[in-house]
């Protein structure tokens, strides 16, 4: 049916999506700590007691304890916060990515397809890639590891297109790692001689036929698990909100993406696990501001 219209007099909201900037005022709102009386968070106590219990399981050499963690809780962990420990953060580099049509899936090869979600070993329902049609693969590294994993055509929608060339002009690495592992079959990397002659962008464009550059610009709220009151100690697994799951291994924290972050309200409509790099930031991402 049609959506009832708001009365004259009803409050606007503004929802700060991944498309929307926030405004600095809104920003400033966000990363307001709690009031001084507030004390520590419930989350935080559940989370010092989860590390120390860790630590004890560690030295006595039982395994790590292993949580689940629906949607529904950590939406309500991220609204209990208040606003502490969120921050905005945005892609400062241009990073690669595979369109998916029909024809495109079919060429799909296994040294991409093998690797999706590898990162935090995510899993996806089945016929995802189906549903994901006009959407894309987006393609990183960290460190040296394939951070590859499947966009919808909304999501996609968020990111501007670029020239496979001027991607690899702005990004050098990226283009040259992908080039390299992603090189077709029969070309060694001990092989040089092996190895396709040209640029990497020409070597990759080779490898991966449809493969272009791409840009997201528009800035997304995170928020660390830890921040949450999750010990970094603990292995987690998070239902993620294509129906799938995400893992955080034991011994590191990792991000939380807010999807649709409203700083008024401080709630979110999704979110999903991405993972902290050597530098302790998001992958790919650096903070705005």
């Known amino acids: 049916g049609q959506r ?15 498309g929307s900037a926030c405004p600095a005022s809104m920003l400033s709102m966000c990363r307001q700590t709690a ?18 219990q860790a630590r004890d399981a560690s030295s006595s050499g039982a395994p790590l304890a292993s949580v689940t963690v629906p949607q529904a809780e950590l939406l309500g ?3 209990a916060c208040n606003g502490e420990g969120i921050s905005l953060f945005q ?13 495109s899936l079919r060429r799909l090869p296994e040294s991409v397809a093998g690797k999706l979600g ?22 990183q590294m960290d460190d040296g590891h394939e951070d590859f994993y499947p966009i919808t055509e909304v999501d996609f929608s ?16 990226l283009v040259e790692e992908l080039a390299q592992i992603l090189q077709p079959a029969g070309a060694a990397a001990e092989d040089p001689a092996a190895v396709p002659a040209g640029t990497p962008a020409s070597r990759l464009e080779a490898a991966l036929p449809g493969v272009q550059g791409a840009m997201k ?3 997304t709220f995170m928020v660390k698990l830890t921040a949450l009151g999750f010990s970094s100690a603990m292995q987690i697994e998070i239902q993620a909100p294509w129906g799938g799951t995400q893992l955080k291994p034991a011994g590191q924290d990792a991000f939380l993406a807010l999807v649709g972050y409203d700083c008024e309200s401080r709630r979110a409509k999704a979110c999903y696990l991405i993972q902290m790099d050597k530098d302790g930031r998001p992958i790919a991402y650096e903070p705005v501001g």
Do not use: W
């Open 91 to 103: 892609k400062s580099l241009p990073i690669i990515v595979y369109p998916l049509s029909s024809e």
């Open 118 to 139: 590898s990162v935090d070993q995510a899993t996806y329902p089945a016929e995802f890639l189906e549903h994901c049609l006009g959407g894309a693969i987006i393609l």
């Open 217 to 219: 610009s528009e800035p």
């Open 158 to 173: 968020r990111y501007r297109a670029m020239d496979l060339h001027d991607a690899a002009r702005r990004n050098p690495r």
């Open 77 to 79: 962990k991220a609204s």
């Open 4 to 18: 009832r219209r708001a009365g004259r007099h009803a409050p606007r909201r503004r929802v700060v999506t991944a």
């Open 35 to 52: 009031a001084p009386d507030a004390g520590v968070l419930p989350g935080r106590q559940e989370g010092q007691r989860e590390d120390q």
